[in-house]
């Protein structure tokens, strides 16, 4: 078989693979998340108290704090997309929209998963075949870049504060974890640090 047709024939499978993807497993998948985020918040005793909550204080505080924190989350996203582009730019060139669209999607797919385990999957998904691989191992280098801050600052936070939290801690368990905690995350900071570079 001529090299022409079975290239011909791979660009018609990759084509039936997408449209599936698209119309039936997209569908199927915003069906099944919506099911389990309705069954999550309806599975909770608590859920008319927390509403009326929710009420009480938009009409104490009015509707801006409530829109300063979708604001907020969008701007979060766009942030996240921002730095997925800026992340596979040797590989690929992203336009926004389909950086956006795959921060989303990893923020769909990891809502339904343990820990977050499958936001680098609901992101890749949206990648060329050639770059899936290295798409992965951009999110995990992303991801471990996010903790090396996550442990620097908090850090440096625990350090400056330090005195202020042990004065209002009770209990010795505490101070000691707290101590431990001052030893230890400098040094998951720098063992993560010889890890990522």
Known sequence: MP????????????????????????????????????????????????????????????????????????????LEAFKWKLLLKDIIQLHWIAAFGSILSGISVSVVTPNRIGEFAGRIIHLPNGTRLEGTAFTFMGNLAQMIITCLLGSLGLSLGYDILKSQLHSPESVYSIDLLLILAPIASVILLLVYF
């Open 3 to 78: 090299t022409g047709v079975i290239f011909e024939e791979s660009l018609r499978l990759d084509k039936s693979i997408k449209i599936i993807i698209n119309y039936l497993l997209g569908p199927a998948f915003l069906i099944w998340l919506s099911w389990d985020v309705y069954h999550e918040v309806t599975a909770q005793e608590d859920i008319g108290q927390q509403w009326q909550s929710l009420v009480d204080t938009i009409a104490k505080k009015g509707i801006l704090p409530l829109a300063a924190v979708v604001l907020l989350m969008f701007l979060q996203w766009l």
